[in-house]
């Protein structure tokens, strides 16, 4: 009897637990709508007041804040939209004075705000490019905001939901902190080469050109780079840059169409390659060029440093084979098992050949000129197989008596990464001499020595 008596009481509890959660889930769902509308001072949000926004180096982040009435009474979403079409009849009414539209390429904003159960604040963010407000520095920036299509029958405040957001761009940055974009002694006729960092060859010449970013660094971005043909023959036909010759892009020179700024960097530097044939016909002509930068991906141009004109110094920049100019040339031994590997081989101006010899200990090949020559270059090409004869230790050598030697240029455990490679070889020597040697005293692991070119390099 007692057990009959539990089961009812349990049934009784159970039936009223269920009834109490249906009573709560009735009562949420009988929860009243909410209205919602942006938080503004009669439709307006001015930037800066108090601390209403943040400032990055590429970034301005503003909290546009959505209010409800009271807590949500469920998770429900409003469509975030903008209005350009009633900003622009604004400002050309007159109504927002000295005001510019900010155009969508500029910033972010969320399309849909979603709010939850329980809230009654919400802040969208609002991210404008650092870029804006330094291209309309001084002027006011103007975005309207826009909700529609709020959901789960909730209704939008007739007076918020729309509102004005009004950028002050002088308070939010100093004229002095405005990022400009330039190259590095642009502004005027920068002549080239203007250090000892480019880099000379016999077919082509490259110039490092270098792009300064004033201010403090931030993100990495892009700049167009293009050659500027107008600029430069205007200074010619003015009589600025008289009795130069304009460089042709393709024909004469190659540059890249896009630098890319690295992050937190104030400087970047792109090639521009000269074809050391267009050196040497335009030698006597001053040869120029002018490039221009556009269409950064972030901050501003300098209007006038954004265009470098440029002119070449081809005395400077060429970079001339005198091997062949000799009139004297003898190595130390000779290939006398084969004519056609013996020592001229070495600087017969063919990859394709070699100097080959048997027992090698060591060998010197020597040139002799008319006058004392100054070099500071040479180059070495490995010859058609065998790695293990390619040359490992030598030192190049001059002299004004063909007796009494200077090493120049001393190089160590040297190797070649494949057959019919051309090294070239640097070294610091304004010096001429009459006599030059390549002193080869070890190969890398054989009795025999090979290589295919010997070249001795004059440079400016």
């Given at each position: 009897?007692?057990?009959?008596?539990?089961?009812?009481?349990?049934?009784?509890?159970?039936?009223?637990?269920?009834?109490?959660?249906?009573?709560?889930?009735?009562?949420?769902?009988?929860?009243?709508p909410v209205n919602v509308a942006i938080r503004s001072t009669n439709g307006r949000i001015t930037i800066p007041t108090g601390n209403n926004y943040t400032r990055t180096?590429?970034?301005?982040?503003?909290?546009?804040?959505?209010?409800?009435?009271?807590?949500?009474?469920?998770?429900?979403?409003?469509?975030?939209?903008?209005?350009?079409?009633?900003?622009?009849?604004?400002?050309?009414?007159?109504?927002?004075?000295?005001?510019?539209?900010?155009?969508?390429?500029?910033?972010?904003?969320?399309?849909?705000?979603?709010?939850?159960?329980?809230?009654?604040?919400?802040?969208?963010?609002?991210?404008?490019?650092?870029?804006?407000?330094?291209?309309?520095?001084?002027?006011?920036?103007?975005?309207?905001?826009?909700?529609?299509?709020?959901?789960?029958?909730?209704?939008?405040?007739?007076?918020?939901?729309?509102?004005?957001?009004?950028?002050?761009?002088?308070?939010?940055?100093?004229?002095?902190?405005?990022?400009?974009?330039?190259?590095?002694?642009?502004?005027?006729?920068?002549?080239?080469?203007?250090?000892?960092?480019?880099?000379?060859?016999?077919?082509?010449?490259?110039?490092?050109?270098?792009?300064?970013?004033?201010?403090?660094?931030?993100?990495?971005?892009?700049?167009?780079?293009?050659?500027?043909?107008?600029?430069?023959?205007?200074?010619?036909?003015?009589?600025?840059?008289?009795?130069?010759?304009?460089?042709?892009?393709?024909?004469?020179?190659?540059?890249?169409?896009?630098?890319?700024?690295?992050?937190?960097?104030?400087?970047?530097?792109?090639?521009?390659?000269?074809?050391?044939?267009?050196?040497?016909?335009?030698?006597?002509?001053?040869?120029?060029?002018?490039?221009?930068?556009?269409?950064?991906?972030?901050?501003?141009?300098?209007?006038?440093?954004?265009?470098?004109?440029?002119?070449?110094?081809?005395?400077?920049?060429?970079?001339?084979?005198?091997?062949?100019?000799?009139?004297?040339?003898?190595?130390?031994?000779?290939?006398?098992?084969?004519?056609?590997?013996?020592?001229?081989?070495?600087?017969?101006?063919?990859?394709?050949?070699?100097?080959?010899?048997?027992?090698?200990?060591?060998?010197?090949?020597?040139?002799?000129?008319?006058?004392?020559?100054?070099?500071?270059?040479?180059?070495?090409?490995?010859?058609?197989?065998?790695?293990?004869?390619?040359?490992?230790?030598?030192?190049?050598?001059?002299?004004?008596?063909?007796?009494?030697?200077?090493?120049?240029?001393?190089?160590?455990?040297?190797?070649?990464?494949?057959?019919?490679?051309?090294?070239?070889?640097?070294?610091?020597?304004?010096?001429?001499?009459?006599?030059?040697?390549?002193?080869?005293?070890?190969?890398?692991?054989?009795?025999?020595?090979?290589?295919?070119?010997?070249?001795?390099?004059?440079?400016?």
């Amino acid at each position: 009897m007692n057990n009959k008596i539990f089961f009812v009481l349990l049934i009784v509890c159970v039936s009223g637990m269920w009834s109490c959660k249906k009573d709560d889930k009735f009562t949420d769902e009988r929860l009243s709508p909410v209205n919602v509308a942006i938080r503004s001072t009669n439709g307006r949000i001015t930037i800066p007041t108090g601390n209403n926004y943040t400032r990055t180096t590429d970034y301005v982040n503003i909290p546009v804040q959505i209010i409800l009435s009271a807590p949500a009474p469920k998770l429900f979403t409003v469509d975030v939209n903008v209005n350009n079409d009633t900003v622009q009849h604004m400002i050309d009414a007159g109504q927002l004075g000295d005001a510019v539209l900010l155009d969508e390429s500029y910033y972010q904003l969320p399309k849909v705000a979603e709010l939850r159960f329980g809230i009654d604040t919400l802040s969208l963010p609002l991210q404008i490019s650092m870029q804006a407000i330094e291209k309309h520095y001084g002027k006011t920036l103007v975005l309207a905001v826009d909700l529609d299509d709020v959901g789960k029958q909730n209704t939008l405040d007739a007076a918020g939901k729309m509102a004005l957001i009004l950028i002050n761009t002088a308070e939010v940055i100093r004229e002095e902190d405005i990022h400009y974009l330039y190259f590095t002694g642009g502004g005027s006729v920068l002549k080239q080469p203007s250090g000892t960092d480019h880099v000379l060859g016999t077919s082509f010449v490259v110039l490092p050109v270098s792009v300064t970013l004033g201010g403090v660094a931030g993100g990495a971005f892009t700049v167009n780079v293009s050659t500027n043909a107008d600029t430069a023959q205007a200074l010619i036909d003015d009589g600025t840059l008289a009795g130069s010759t304009l460089l042709k892009e393709g024909d004469d020179y190659t540059i890249p169409s896009t630098l890319s700024f690295p992050a937190n960097s104030n400087t970047a530097r792109f090639n521009l390659v000269v074809n050391t044939a267009s050196l040497k016909k335009y030698e006597l002509n001053k040869p120029v060029l002018a490039l221009s930068l556009s269409s950064p991906t972030r901050h501003l141009l300098d209007a006038t440093r954004s265009t470098v004109v440029m002119e070449l110094d081809p005395s400077k920049l060429i970079e001339t084979d005198i091997t062949n100019t000799n009139i004297g040339y003898k190595t130390q031994y000779e290939n006398t098992s084969n004519a056609n590997e013996t020592s001229g081989k070495l600087i017969d101006n063919n990859v394709n050949s070699k100097f080959l010899l048997f027992n090698f200990s060591t060998l010197w090949a020597q040139l002799e000129f008319a006058t004392p020559q100054t070099t500071g270059a040479y180059t070495m090409t490995s010859a058609n197989d065998a790695p293990e004869r390619d040359p490992k230790n030598w030192t190049i050598e001059g002299s004004d008596n063909g007796t009494d030697w200077i090493v120049l240029d001393t190089r160590t455990d040297q190797s070649f990464g494949s057959r019919f490679l051309t090294v070239k070889y640097t070294f610091s020597n304004q010096v001429a001499y009459k006599f030059y040697r390549l002193n080869v005293t070890a190969v890398k692991n054989s009795d025999l020595f090979q290589l295919a070119e010997w070249r001795l390099l004059k440079r400016p």
